[in-house]
Nanobody, 121 residues
């Protein structure tokens, strides 16, 4: 499975960005997919994940009410709509598929390249 992420960029605080992640290759039906982020000097964290539909979505407390994850199974694509961005959202965002819990920490078996989100205050 190959994952390619798009949509990062520079935005002012309060602004919005939408990240996209397209899966290709040996895709499997409805894997759980998600977005992680890692800021300099900080550990990687799971921001949001989604199973087969939006009802299964998970959000980190820090992004609840501001970020929305969705997917288009026909296109093997997952999206992360990020609204009301804050400087603390600034990080390298990674798309991931087939999420797993490893010793209490979320990880994934498939990773895309990171896409930088920069939020200016």
């Amino acid at each position: 499975v190959q994952l390619q992420a798009f949509g990062g960029g520079l935005v002012q605080a309060g602004g919005s960005l939408r990240l996209s992640c397209a899966a290709s290759g040996r895709t499997f039906s409805r894997p759980n997919m998600g977005w992680f982020r890692q800021a300099p000097g900080q550990e990687r964290e799971l921001v949001s994940s989604i199973g087969s539909n939006e009802a299964s979505a998970y959000y980190a407390d820090s992004v609840k009410g501001r970020f929305t994850i969705s997917r288009d199974n026909a296109k093997n694509t997952v999206y992360l709509q990020m609204n009301n961005l804050k400087p603390e959202d600034m990080a390298l965002y990674y798309c991931a598929a087939d999420l797993t819990l490893v010793r209490g920490t979320w990880s994934a078996n498939y990773w895309g390249q990171g896409t930088q989100v920069t939020v200016s205050s």
